[in-house]
């Protein structure tokens, strides 16, 4: 095998090259003067926002709140009084 043939047989990544950094350069810019146009709407949407990131993070962080995994089997956690009863000294069981 010629290792040359290997070497250009990778692909780079899109984010390594030179035209990544200017898309990132153009949509900096972008961003900047839709922010400076359109702050008004901006700041009229936030607290819409808020209340919607609230919600997501409800959602995802707290899992639904009765996915599979709360399934009431007890396996995955043990009860405050448990770990006490594990922890006392002296038992003679």
């Not at 984010?15 to 900047?32: D, E, F, L, Q």
Request: with cysteine.
């Amino acid at each position: 095998m010629n290792p040359v043939h290997e070497e250009h047989a990778r692909t780079s990544s899109f984010w390594g090259t030179r035209y990544s950094y200017g898309w990132i350069v153009i949509a900096a810019v972008a961003g900047y003067f839709l922010l400076t146009e359109h702050l008004a709407h901006v700041i009229e949407a936030l607290p819409a926002v808020l209340l919607l990131a609230c919600f997501g993070m409800h959602f995802f962080m707290h899992r639904g709140h009765g996915g599979p995994e709360h399934a009431g089997d007890g396996s995955k956690s043990q009860s405050s009084s448990d770990r006490v009863d594990e922890n006392k000294r002296g038992d003679v069981s």
